[in-house]
């Protein structure tokens, strides 16, 4: 069982010995500064150190002002031209997972759904195509999405292997409108990963799992039910408390294994 952890490509690049030593497996999460500034040789070389060293690993792409489904064609141009440049530097180290936000907003476009959905296809139907050349994985992560109807609409109909689904629970907890249980029932055959972290209810404060209110053993219980083994990455921005994140994760996942049996029978 792997646990991530979401790592800046920057600090991954100066504490990649740590990291490797410690079997830290990184989220590689790339912003537009980095795209500035990477070179294509530095990747390179971190894929060769983190393979050699038994290190798997997953990309975050950057999201920051980009809109994937956007209506200004110059915004969309910029977008296109980051999400490639992500793909090219897939190209070169080939992560599992390319993670990304589709960027759909109630309050932004509810009135102009059709319209952020066509253009959501014309961007993702290319892309998608490339990562299946690399046989890589790009995954939609849902952000400020109340339901999961426009992101199942979206992947059912591009309906890729290589187009699947990143549950985030703390956005769910903060934006989400309808329940998880829901999500995962729709969804959890396209989920390929689920990013771990915290809060109230209120902000979105990326806490340990546990310090805050959402429904972690519930919520592993049903994965388990499912039959679901998704790529599991902690995103808590405090870094002295990835050790106790860890811990608790691997107990809920461990009361899920003493639960059920082996062909999934509830052991009661």
């Not at 591009?158 to 907890?173: A, L, M, V």
């Not at 990326?206 to 049903?222: A, V």
């Amino acid at each position: 069982m792997i646990i991530q952890v979401s790592v800046p490509y920057d600090i991954l690049l100066e504490r990649q010995d740590e990291v490797i030593k410690r079997k830290i497996h990184p989220e590689i999460y790339i912003n537009s500064l980095t795209l500035d500034r990477c070179q294509d040789d530095d990747v390179r070389r971190l894929g060769e150190s983190l393979k050699m060293g038994g290190i798997s690993y997953t990309f975050h792409a950057p999201y920051m002002d980009l809109a994937p489904g956007g209506v200004d064609s110059k915004i969309r141009e910029a977008t296109r031209e980051r999400l490639e440049h992500v793909l090219h530097l897939a190209a070169l180290i080939r992560p599992k997972v390319v993670v990304c936000h589709p960027g759909y907003d109630t309050w932004r476009y509810g009135e102009f759904q059709q319209l952020w959905f066509n253009g959501s296809l014309e961007m993702w139907t290319p892309l998608v195509k490339e990562a299946e050349k690399l046989g890589v994985t790009l995954a939609l992560e849902n952000v400020f999405d109340e339901g999961p109807d426009i992101l199942e609409r979206l992947l059912e109909t591009i309906n890729s292997p290589r187009f699947g689904f990143c549950f985030d629970t703390g956005h769910w907890h903060v934006f989400g409108k309808r329940g998880w249980e829901e999500w995962v029932k729709r969804l959890g055959k396209r989920m390929v990963e689920v990013h771990i972290h915290d809060n109230d209810g209120k902000e979105d404060q990326h806490l340990p799992p546990g310090d805050g209110k959402f429904d972690f053993s519930g919520f592993f219980h049903l994965l388990r039910e499912q039959r679901l083994s998704p790529i599991y990455t902690l995103e808590v921005h405090q870094e002295e408390e990835l050790a106790r994140s860890f811990a608790t994760v691997k107990k809920y996942l461990e009361e899920q294994k003493e639960e059920y049996s082996d062909d999934g029978a509830c052991q009661g």
